[in-house]
């Protein structure tokens, strides 16, 4: 009876501590379950993390949602650059991720992970959306022609201004360069303003406001005749009268009695120049010889100097000489000519 008894109570003990130490072990199991962490960078122990992931490729952890979704936005931010992401998806995953027993993580933040990918990217980042530019549209140059100016003249009367458009494109980004971009819209944000130049016509004919006369300095290169300033200023004096002719030898023109002399005009020209002229000498198809705009002639220097305008037969004159004439008839002309 006694062996039994004993032999219940050992086995009841065995029992109890079996008990005990399976108590123990399932309290030991559940308190190291309980302390699966990781670690951040300043040492503090993380029960959960979420993992980014592009594709399968895993670039890290981050204690919380909001700092792996930072780590994203950072990442998408550099590559594309300075272009505006209007909307876009990106292969970067963010994946809730509970920590197995036993298994120790050294975590990074959001920012830190982005930096770490961009320095050694060690998978295939890639950003597929619609990214938002502008672009300027130069203002265009109009000119306009006016006889408010003189020929040669120009004004701005509109400054005008550049305009906007902003382009929509669909982009395909991989790893920071952008392998695919088709523009699906563009939109005129402001529109452009034309810059207006006004252009002078005006022919200026010599002409002052009283009726006299004033010198027009000869901006014709070639083919001087037939270009409309010299029709303008010859055409700022209509005569009607008997013209000055080598078979005519003598005539009485609109300024008084006319001769004609044919002299080398080289000295007359280089004394015309002095003065600040500087014409292109040249011969009318008539014979008659030039000065610029202006037929050449002598004159007596005491009513007419050189430089004054007069009215001859042959057309408006410049006076660049004298002659003994002067002294026996001071409003006498002598033309200058090839006859």
Aim: glycine content about 8%.
């Amino acid at each position: 009876m006694m062996k039994d008894l004993l032999k219940n109570r050992q086995m009841r003990n065995l029992f109890l501590f079996l008990v005990a130490v399976n108590i123990l072990v399932i309290g030991t199991a559940v308190f190291i379950r309980w302390n699966t962490y990781a670690l951040s960078p300043d040492g503090q122990h993380i029960n959960q993390a979420y993992a980014v992931k592009a594709g399968t490729q895993l670039l890290g952890y981050t204690p919380s949602r909001e700092e792996a979704e930072e780590a994203v936005k950072d990442i998408i931010n550099e590559y594309v650059g300075d272009m505006v992401l209007t909307e876009g998806k990106t292969n970067l995953d963010i994946q809730y991720e509970r920590l197995k027993f036993g298994k120790h993580l050294q975590t990074q933040d959001g920012r830190d992970i982005a930096e770490q990918v961009l320095r050694e990217p060690s998978c295939e980042i890639i950003i597929i959306g619609t990214v938002l530019e502008t672009e300027v549209i130069e203002k265009d140059t109009v000119m306009k022609e006016t006889d408010e100016l003189m020929k040669g003249e120009t004004e701005v009367r509109q400054e005008g201004e550049d305009g906007k458009r902003s382009i929509s494109s669909d982009v395909v980004i991989e790893n920071g360069e952008v392998t695919s971009k088709k523009i699906v819209e563009k939109k005129v944000i402001k529109k452009d303003k034309d810059k207006v130049v006004m252009v002078g016509t005006k022919l200026d004919n010599g002409l002052n406001e009283d009726g006299s006369y004033r010198f027009v300095h000869c901006t014709v290169e070639e083919d001087i005749e037939n270009s409309e300033e010299y029709k303008a200023v010859q055409g700022a004096f209509a005569y009607d009268g008997p013209v000055l002719s080598r078979s005519r030898g003598a005539i009485s023109g609109p300024s008084g009695k006319e001769t004609y002399y044919n002299l080398n005009m080289s000295g007359c020209i280089n004394i015309m120049n002095s003065r600040g002229f500087h014409e292109p000498y040249w011969v009318r198809s008539d014979g008659v010889k030039m000065y610029g705009y202006y037929v050449m002639c002598a004159a007596g220097l005491s009513i007419r100097p050189k430089g004054s305008i007069v009215e001859s037969s042959n057309g408006l004159a410049i006076v660049v000489d004298t002659g003994g004439f002067a002294s026996r008839n001071p409003r006498q002309l002598d033309i200058a000519v090839t006859w």
